[in-house]
């Protein structure tokens, strides 16, 4: 396992995911906002990603309003190009006492090698490159009980009930 703190001072955000995008096969984001401001920093490699077949989930929050429409109109025509591209939006829960709220970025890069990002950036550009952010990279192997930890809670995410298809 080798871990990488990604402060957006040392080391933007942007850059680490650009670059997990370029060298990944499948990626999954839980991010709890989503801007097209964010997405446009890393649009270039996740065009290249989709032509290679790679196949991307979002899981995008609707919680403060915050998450950009506009955004969610993009990942959607994505999504209609083929099967590649999944998409749900998702709120804490329908009783308002809770706010889905996490910012947990998986890309598989190999048969093996996995790169987590989690930390405080969400996809945004403030969250990219402006703010103080903290963050942290791990590549580890898919059989680490970490990955699996990580995979397991991204996929409760996923198969929340109230989930949301744009």
Do not use: W
Request: proline fraction near 2%; hydrophobic fraction near 40%.
């Amino acid at each position: 396992m080798e871990i990488r703190l990604i402060d957006n001072k040392k080391s933007l955000m942007s850059d680490a995911l650009n670059q997990a995008i370029n060298n990944s096969f499948q990626i999954k984001l839980a991010i709890a906002f989503a801007k097209l401001s964010g997405f446009r920093l890393i649009e270039e490699s996740f065009r290249t990603f989709i032509k290679n077949k790679g196949r991307a989930i979002f899981l995008v929050g609707l919680d403060f309003h915050t998450t950009d429409p506009d955004l969610l109109r993009e990942l959607v025509n994505y999504c209609d190009i083929g099967r590649q591209v999944e998409v749900y939006c998702l709120r804490g829960n329908l009783q308002h006492f809770a706010v889905y709220h996490p910012k947990m970025y998986l890309f598989d890069q190999s048969e093996h090698d996995v790169i987590s990002i989690i930390g405080s950036s969400n996809l945004t550009k403030s969250g990219l490159v402006d703010n103080v952010e903290l963050n942290v990279e791990i590549k580890m192997k898919n059989d680490e009980e970490l990955y699996s930890d990580l995979s397991e809670s991204f996929l409760t995410l996923e198969m929340v009930e109230h989930r949301i298809k744009p």
